[in-house]
């Protein structure tokens, strides 16, 4: 019972990095603030979520536990809470986004 956990353990903590990983290749990869904001939110939780998830269950049931579950909570709260903040800014300065038409080969449209 013990290897199952430290095995289920391991395998939320290596999810939860391979998500972030992802989403910093995202933040990099992709072409505007709210394309790269969505590949940071949704991945941040995610994996945030999957590394406290297995520290909580290599933990066992000790305080250690109860302090992760708080800070996983609080990160649930305030996470998509930025990403709708940072969208918000974005949209009432006047950032558009980058469209990509079908036929183009270039992604940055021609505002010329």
Request: proline share 4%; no cysteine.
């Amino acid at each position: 019972m013990e290897l199952a956990l430290h095995i289920l353990a391991w395998a939320m903590v290596l999810g939860g990095s391979a998500a972030i990983l992802i989403g910093g290749i995202g933040m990099l990869r992709f072409p505007d603030v709210y394309t790269r904001m969505h590949a940071a939110g949704i991945t941040d939780t995610m994996g945030a979520g999957l590394l406290l998830g297995g520290l909580m269950v290599h933990e066992g049931a000790t305080l250690v536990t109860v302090k992760l579950a708080l800070i996983l909570i609080f990160l649930f709260f305030t996470s998509p809470t930025s990403s709708f903040s940072l969208a918000h800014a974005a949209m009432t300065s006047g950032v558009e986004p980058v469209l990509r038409k079908p036929d183009d080969g270039d992604i940055r449209e021609d505002r010329s």
